[in-house]
Every structure is written in structure tokens, then in C-alpha cells.
């Protein structure tokens, strides 16, 4: 524990009790002193049985050392759950004996009938009271009106979503639109008021011109513009296809890839990061941060507190950078551009998470652009999930991807694949994936951070542009 300045000094009231929840203790750093005191008494001698004689006391005080780290329990202890047993007369009986096993058991020992006894691994992810200060309810200037919300949306719903005026194309609609909803060109009217949007605004131009489908990372790593402003300006200058092969994608306005088989470059691949015990490594063991995941539920026994950045007077002359260090601001030309890393996949280099969707013109790989264009000139029809490519493209596509990745891992960790494999092995080996079908794909929202640098592979904007 003291080793770790996340972690909480834990105190268990039954050590021996695998149920008992402890209470945690929180870690402060101090300058005190560490003493050694000795308290002696000396009986004097008593000349006569009526006289009291006070005994001398001394004190002898040493110094030993300093102390640099205490922990203080300053929180609540939690519920404790015994493994107990109410029987119908409401006597308790106790099921540890029954529960745990102390010893090597025989088979008799589990195929025992036992009353159900589910224990919640926690119940309380506090233990200090929080104060929950509820606000006053909000007094309207004269004339307000509640936003209308419909009955199925009324819960959760903080404030009323600004609309941004996308225009939403399924692959199976007939028609594709060629100009943008008046609102939407109201709206960016009304954002772009100085030179810089303006300039903005002809760079993704210019980025339609040269390729008419992009993703919104790809657009981001190509122009700097902010977050909240490129909401606005893409769906001035382009659609957004809900389904399909160019599914997630912005669409030039009047460009239907349904009717061009040159628009197969621009397709989407859902590409995961095969891990696994079958492919010789887990997910613990990739340098490559995953998404979210269920399992990081952090318990009250670790602490997470940003350390404090502390600023030099050589920080104050040189000027403080965005991310609070040292260093010059960056320009705005480059302020809020993502890394090429976001949307194109190259051989030799890690994606930046374990979930990508790459635009097939973006695999820059001589083998992969092979598989991509194994059928130019013979394109016939245009299916929703292949695309104007042969079936079983993507399979293909991701099985050489998983390829390259578990030889840079190989590479980079040699420890992990002490039993060696032939390439035809290995092949056979991640010829499959773990539950990762792209029918069951299910893409997330999520808001920009500006302390992170970059988002979350491709997510899904409907509900940024409803």
C-alpha cells in the first residue's frame, strides 16, 4: 500500500471473514517526528508506615526519525453482510462451514443443496457523506415556454438538445440530397462571423472537392477548427449516411456512392484488436487503451486525485502551454488538429485504440490496397454490406490487419510468444474473432476533451446533430 499513492490503507474488523468490508484509511504526506518515549519510576525508601512517600517519575525522550507519510480513517465503515441463514422458526444459522472452502473438498461438497447466497461485493462506492446542494427552482423572464419534449424522452434529459439540422440518408433511401436544410445554413451563418470560420469553411470545401466521403476525425486531422463550430459547418456541405457501407461517414451534398464504383475506396471497415489467450496475448498485455470497459470499476480502496502541477519561475517566464506545462501556446492553425494516427492505418505502427474505423482509402498498406482492389472494372452491384467489393473483403482485410498487429506486439514483447508459430498457424489462429461480428457493432458517443488531444476513434454524431 505504501507503495502505491493510489491506494488506501485498508483495515479489516474480521480478517479471516471474506465478507467483511473494510474501512480505508486516506494517505496525506506530514514532516513530524517519530520519538521514543520511556517513562521510569523510582520507589524511595519509606522510613515509617505513616508517612506517603510520591513516587519519582522521569521521563527519557529519543528521537528516532522523521515521518514523511501518514493515514488517516476519516471515512464511514460500510454495511457488513454475514453469510446467515434465516430458517422458517427466523433462527439464524451460520453457512460459512458450508460456503468456503478451507481444505481440498470432494465432489459431495458441491453438489450439496444450499439456500441461495448472493453477497454484493460492495455496497457503497462513498464513504464520506456528500452534501447534494439542490438548486432552487429557476425563475423564467415573462414569456418563457418549457421546450416540448416528447413523453418517451422525458427522463434524463437535462436541458432541450440544440438542434444542428443534419440531413440522415439510409442506404435503402432512393434520393440523396443536393442542398443543405435552410436552417442549417441559418445556423452557420450566424456561427461564422470572422475571418477565421470563413477560411474554415473553404479548407472543407476544398477537402470535399478532392474526396467526397470523410469521416469526422479525417476532417479533423486535416483542418483545425473547433469542435462545436464543425457540428454547424458539416451538415452545411455535407450528408450523413446512418447505414451501409459508408455508414458513420459524411457524404458530399449531390454525391450518391450507391452509383459510382470508384466510391469503394471510401467505404468503412470496423476494425478490432484481437486478444485473447488463442492469439497468445491479453488485453492486459497491448500497449493500446481500450475504449471503456465494464471492469474499470474503480472501489473505494484506490483514490484518484490529479497531482497538482507546480509552477516554476522558470514556467512563469517561459509562459505556461495548454496542457499546463512548460512551452509556447499552440498556434491556432494546428490548436484542436487530432494526429494522422486517428483515421489512417499504417504498416509497422500501433492504432491508437483497440477499436477503429478506417476508411478503406486509408489502409496505407500495399497488401491491404491489393485486397481493396481485387475487383476494379468488374464492380456489378452494390450490396449494404459489402459495398462495391467481393463478399468477405472485410474479413479479409481485418485477418491481414491482426497479422501485421501481432507482429509488432511480437516485436515489441518477445516474452508473450515464447512458443513459436509458423505464419500459416497463425493465420489459422486469428481466423476468427472473439465476438467481435459487425452486425454487432454499437458505436458511442462521446464529447470532446480538450485535455485529451483526440477522440475516440469514429463515433456516432446522430444524436450531436439531431
Known amino acids: 500500500i505504501y507503495a502505491d499513492p493510489a491506494k488506501r490503507l485498508e483495515l479489516y474488523f474480521r480478517p479471516k471473514d471474506p465478507y467483511c468490508h473494510p474501512m480505508c484509511a486516506n494517505r496525506f504526506s506530514t514532516s513530524t517526528m517519530l520519538l521514543r518515549v520511556r517513562r521510569s519510576t523510582k520507589k524511595k525508601q519509606q522510613l515509617n508506615a505513616e508517612e506517603q512517600i510520591q513516587?519519582?517519575?522521569?521521563?527519557e525522550m529519543e528521537i528516532l526519525g522523521i515521518v514523511t507519510t501518514v493515514y488517516k480513517f476519516q471515512g464511514m465503515s460500510d454495511f457488513q453482510y454475514l453469510a446467515m441463514h434465516s430458517g422458517p422458526?427466523?433462527?439464524q444459522t451460520s453457512m460459512y462451514d458450508?460456503?468456503?472452502?478451507?481444505?481440498p473438498e470432494k465432489e459431495e461438497f458441491f453438489n450439496k443443496d444450499l439456500p441461495l447466497y448472493?453477497?454484493?461485493?460492495?455496497?457503497?462506492?462513498?464513504?464520506?457523506?456528500v452534501d447534494y446542494f439542490y438548486r432552487p427552482d429557476i425563475q423564467h423572464r415573462s414569456g418563457y415556454n418549457n421546450p416540448q419534449v416528447s413523453g418517451e424522452n422525458l427522463i434524463g434529459l437535462s436541458r432541450a438538445r440544440r438542434p444542428h439540422n443534419a440531413i440522415f440518408v439510409n442506404f435503402d433511401d432512393e434520393e440523396i440530397p443536393t442542398k443543405p436544410l435552410d436552417a442549417a445554413v441559418q445556423n452557420w451563418k450566424k456561427v461564422c462571423t470572422n475571418p477565421v470560420d470563413k477560411k474554415v469553411e473553404e479548407e472543407l470545401r476544398k477537402l470535399f472537392e478532392v474526396r467526397p466521403v470523410w469521416s469526422r476525425n479525417a476532417v479533423k486531422a486535416n483542418i483545425s477548427v473547433h469542435p462545436?463550430?464543425?457540428?454547424?459547418?458539416?451538415?452545411?456541405l455535407a450528408y450523413y449516411m446512418l447505414t451501409g457501407p459508408w455508414r458513420s461517414l459524411w457524404v458530399r451534398f449531390g454525391y450518391d456512392p450507391r452509383k459510382h464504383p470508384e466510391a469503394k475506396i471510401y467505404q468503412v471497415l470496423d476494425f478490432r484488436i484481437r486478444c485473447g489467450m488463442k492469439y497468445g496475448y491479453a488485453a492486459t498485455d497491448m500497449p493500446v487503451k481500450a475504449k471503456r470497459s465494464t471492469y474499470n470499476y474503480s472501489l473505494p480502496i484506490t483514490v484518484k486525485k490529479q497531482g497538482s502541477h507546480t509552477v516554476s519561475v522558470h514556467d512563469l517566464k517561459q509562459g505556461l502551454g495548454?496542457?499546463?506545462?512548460?512551452?509556447?501556446?499552440k498556434p491556432p492553425s494546428s490548436r484542436y488538429k487530432l494526429k494522422e494516427s486517428i483515421y489512417i492505418f499504417r504498416e509497422g505502427a500501433l492504432p491508437p485504440y483497440r477499436q477503429m474505423f478506417y476508411q478503406l482509402c486509408d489502409l496505407n498498406v500495399e497488401s491491404l490496397q491489393k485486397i481493396i482492389h481485387r475487383n476494379d472494372g468488374t464492380e456489378s452491384e452494390c450490396t449494404e454490406r459489402d459495398g462495391w467489393c467481393p463478399a468477405k473483403t472485410s474479413d479479409d482485410l481485418r485477418d491481414s490487419m491482426s497479422l501485421m498487429i501481432k507482429q509488432i506486439i511480437r516485436s515489441t514483447r518477445p516474452a508473450l510468444f515464447s512458443n513459436t508459430t509458423s505464419s500459416e498457424d497463425d493465420k489459422e489462429q486469428l481466423a476468427y474473432e472473439s465476438?467481435?461480428?459487425e452486425d454487432d457493432e454499437e458505436e458511442e458517443e462521446e464529447d470532446f476533451k480538450p485535455s485529451?488531444?483526440?477522440?475516440?476513434?469514429?463515433?456516432t454524431e446522430i444524436l450531436d446533430y439531431v
Open 55 to 59: 513516587p519519582e517519575v522521569q521521563f
Open 89 to 91: 422458526d427466523g433462527k
Open 98 to 103: 458450508k460456503v468456503l472452502m478451507l481444505k
Open 118 to 129: 448472493i453477497p454484493p461485493p460492495i455496497f457503497s462506492r462513498l464513504d464520506t457523506p
Open 228 to 236: 462545436d463550430k464543425l457540428k454547424v459547418l458539416l451538415p452545411y
Open 322 to 329: 495548454s496542457a499546463g506545462t512548460s512551452g509556447a501556446k
Open 435 to 437: 465476438g467481435e461480428d
Open 452 to 459: 485529451d488531444g483526440s477522440e475516440n476513434e469514429m463515433e
